[in-house]
């Protein structure tokens, strides 16, 4: 998992209480700048050259760092697909960091940034074999110019077993995306009336219309069950391949998602959103389509929630 290899993994913050309290610093968002862009991470593991790809962007306002990525279980060889984000901890004065992979495995870290300096300690676990087990070690980030890094993986432990010391290098590699031809939107567009359970209770009434001649947006109207009503807007960025939902209802309820990866049937971002009690929430976010008439979601907020839910379209 991402965990294991790059850990650009950079991200999800401690608490939503501490990003709102306080703004990232200039001098720590300008170190994280360097990460922006798309990268290849190689890694040499027991003989062998292990290779991940990940891109990084910044959203809401540059204030928060999000990566999407694919990779190889380092112990299992099998492919996974990896997200998170960061956040600032101004408390810990640190970056805070979480990520999260398809096969269940999960992440954490801090990142102390000082000038040219940059050094964290970091926690992941994984299921090998059917059996926990968690990593820990000391990562030291080098910088070589604009386009290559290193990450030096020290005192790393396996179940408090110790192990070799990694090194994982990191050069920029071109995106794969012609911004100069657009091409249309390849999640097909959920139509029709649609009725919403979560994990957590709640649940939604929403109804998702594409206006006349639109190919690349549709417009949504949701009732949520504390009596809560949203207006929507979706909508496909063709330059940058992202889908983008906003959102504005009663009492100063809004969300906003940006959906960096894009597929038929998947996609996975960023959500931020305020409920008409006036709490605020964001983390990372995935739906998936199961059939025509059901699509499953799955919320994990930046205290380590995870809130799934089930989409079920209503036949008339």
């Known amino acids: 998992m991402f965990v294991r290899f790059v850990i650009l993994c950079i991200c999800l913050v401690g608490s939503a209480v501490s990003l709102r309290a306080q703004s990232m610093p200039e001098p720590i968002k300008k170190s994280l700048d360097k990460l922006v862009g798309t990268w290849e991470i190689t890694t040499q593991i027991d003989g062998r050259k292990v290779t991940e790809r990940v891109e990084l962007g910044w959203v809401n306002d540059e204030s928060v760092l999000v990566y999407q990525g694919e990779g190889e279980n380092f112990r299992s060889g099998l492919k996974v697909r990896f997200s998170g984000i960061l956040g600032w901890d101004p408390v810990g004065q640190t970056v805070e960091e979480s990520g999260f992979d398809t096969s269940g495995g999960t992440f954490k870290a801090n990142h102390k940034i000082s000038g040219e300096k940059w050094i964290g300690q970091m926690t992941g676990t994984g299921v090998v074999d059917g059996a926990p087990k968690v990593e820990t ?14 990450i030096v993986c020290s005192d790393r432990k396996l179940d408090g077993v110790k192990q070799e010391e990694r090194k994982l290098d990191i050069r920029r590699v071109e995106s794969g995306k012609d911004s100069s031809q657009p091409a249309g939107c390849p999640w097909e567009w959920m139509v029709g009336d649609w009725e919403v359970e979560r994990s957590d209770g709640t649940s939604s009434k929403v109804t998702w219309r594409l206006p006349d001649g639109a190919t690349d947006y549709v417009l949504g109207t949701w009732h949520d069950s504390d009596g809560t009503v949203l207006h929507e807007i979706v909508g496909w960025e063709a330059d940058r391949r992202n889908l983008v939902a906003h959102a504005y209802g009663t009492n100063g309820a809004y969300f ?11 996609m996975s971002g960023f959500l931020r959103a305020r409920n008409a009690k006036g709490e605020s929430r964001m983390g990372l976010i995935e739906l998936e389509r199961v059939s025509d008439g059901k699509s499953i979601s799955k919320f994990i907020s930046s205290d380590g929630t995870v809130v799934t839910g089930v989409l079920r379209k209503v036949e008339k």
């Open 256 to 266: 906003a998602i940006r959906f960096q990866d894009v597929q038929k049937h998947q």
């Open 137 to 150: 070690a000391t990562r030291e980030f080098t910088f070589d110019g604009k386009d290559h890094w290193v």
